[in-house]
């Protein structure tokens, strides 16, 4: 099981970027999704949004009203639209997801993918 971000990339102040991520593998089902931002020169990945299974939605204080966090269960894949970018949006996100695999049928992995690096700047 693996998780495969895409969509960073450079972007002026006030910009918009869509993350994806996409899960693949021998996967059961898919229970939370969420983007992870680590902030440069930072060792800590916080928080940006999450999503779980039934589609409530939480965010972080600094993004909330900008980004907006979505899921395809038929496609196994969340999204991140980042609208009204700020310098402060910079960094490498990662999504991370728990997902029930064939391997482990009564638990869960907690699987991060790759990261994707959102740089803000005019």
């Known amino acids: 099981v693996q998780l495969q971000a895409s969509g960073g990339g450079w972007v002026q102040p006030g910009g918009s970027l869509r993350l994806s991520c996409a899960a693949s593998?021998?996967?059961?089902?898919?229970?939370?999704m969420g983007w992870y931002r680590q902030a440069p020169g930072k060792q800590q990945r916080e928080l940006v949004a999450?999503?779980?299974?039934?589609?409530?939605?939480n965010y972080a204080d600094s993004v909330k009203g900008r980004f907006t966090i979505s899921r395809d269960g038929a496609k196994n894949t969340v999204y991140l639209q980042m609208n009204s970018l700020k310098p402060e949006d910079t960094g490498v996100y990662y999504c991370?997801?728990?997902?029930?695999?064939?391997?482990?049928?009564?638990?869960?992995?907690?699987?991060w993918g790759q990261g994707t690096k959102v740089t803000v700047s005019s």
């Open positions: 991370k997801a728990h997902i029930t695999a064939t391997t482990n049928p009564y638990g869960y992995l907690e699987v």
């Open positions: 593998g021998n996967i059961v089902s898919i229970n939370t």
């Open positions: 999450g999503i779980t299974g039934g589609g409530s939605t």
